[in-house]
């Protein structure tokens, strides 16, 4: 299954993108974290308690908000049992989900809390994370779709 560029809509993407920003905004001027999921998912495995309330309703928000908001959608996204190997097996999810946790702890953040928070701070260390998560991302897909 290709992406169907008739539907492709950059005015949802926008707005997603927009309340993403409004988001991470929200979160540091409220209570001054920064919404990098990896830091929020292993805080909510340390034994740091008297943090973990906001960090377990920002979980539970990444999780219960797509179904409620999938009615309102203007993307079908694939299943990725429907798509004829193109989208990669079950396995792959898998193995690349747990790749990308290890990224995460070392390069001391993940996608979200470099590309989004970082970038937005300036922070010379997320330009750099973000360049090389990018930069892996383009070569690791070339070489999935046209080497391997």
């Known amino acids: 299954m ?18 993403i920003g409004i988001a991470c905004t929200l979160l540091l001027l409220g209570i001054g974290r920064f919404a990098g999921i990896s830091g929020i ?3 909510l495995l340390d034994s740091d308690r008297g943090d973990s309330g906001w960090k377990a309703a920002f979980v539970a928000g990444l999780v219960i908000a ?12 694939p299943d990725f049992r429907e798509t004829g190997g193109n989208a990669g097996s079950l396995l792959d999810f898998i193995l690349g989900g747990f790749m990308a946790g290890i990224g995460a702890r070392l390069a001391k953040g993940c996608t ?22 990018m930069s892996t991302a383009v070569a690791v897909t070339y070489i999935y779709r046209h080497l391997a």
């Open 41 to 43: 998912v292993g805080g």
């Open 2 to 19: 290709s992406i169907d560029w008739l539907n492709f809509s950059p005015t949802a993407s926008l707005i997603g993108g927009l309340l």
């Open 66 to 77: 797509p179904s409620l908001l999938k009615p309102f959608s203007v993307v079908e996204l």
């Open 112 to 133: 979200s809390g470099h590309g989004i928070c970082g970038l937005g701070r300036f922070s010379r260390r997320s330009v750099v994370a973000v360049v090389l998560f």
